[in-house]
């Protein structure tokens, strides 16, 4: 049984290492949504020095009913620094991204989530939650929401740090 689920990841293009269910291959692109009604609550990273990329498994949990949803542009150019917030009252259910190799870095994109009886206070930055070459997990704290994203990169380590930002469920 277990080796019909390997060959189902392997055709839908997802490998599977330990609890991660890595959601792009190195070098590919990454495009990941939460389902309706819930919001990104664990974010794990695996670099590699070989391709200089990450790849990455990302989780949700239910969240407030959202009322509208968009994709931001992107938000950084290759081997800039970025810190993007979504609005007030926006919560992050989605991550895209894509690779390229001349420059061996990302280009972000976010899909932010209006939800209704929500207000964007108590906020905070984590500090960076990786170093450069660095696997990590981290997970939105409990009845907190994923608002923001920050991160740079490194030429000389062709990887970037990155911290986030969380705002309390209250209003």
Known sequence: MNNIY???????????????????????????KCPTGHSISEITSQHHNGYEDRR?????KRSPPS??????????GFDHPFHYSCPDNYIISGMSSYHQNRQED?????????????CSHYCY????????????TWHVPHNHNLVGVGSYHNNRAEDRRWRFRYCARTC
């Open 125 to 136: 930055w984590t500090p960076y939650v990786n170093t450069f070459d660095e696997r990590f």
């Open 67 to 76: 009322t509208s949803c968009f994709w931001t542009g992107y938000v950084n």
């Open 6 to 32: 390997f060959v189902v990841f392997l055709i839908a293009g997802i490998q599977v290492t330990g609890n991660e269910a890595w959601k792009n291959s190195y070098d590919a692109p990454l495009n990941f």
């Open 56 to 60: 990455w498994d990302l989780r949700c």
């Open 106 to 118: 990302r280009r972000w994109k976010f899909y932010c989530c209006r939800v209704n009886n929500y």
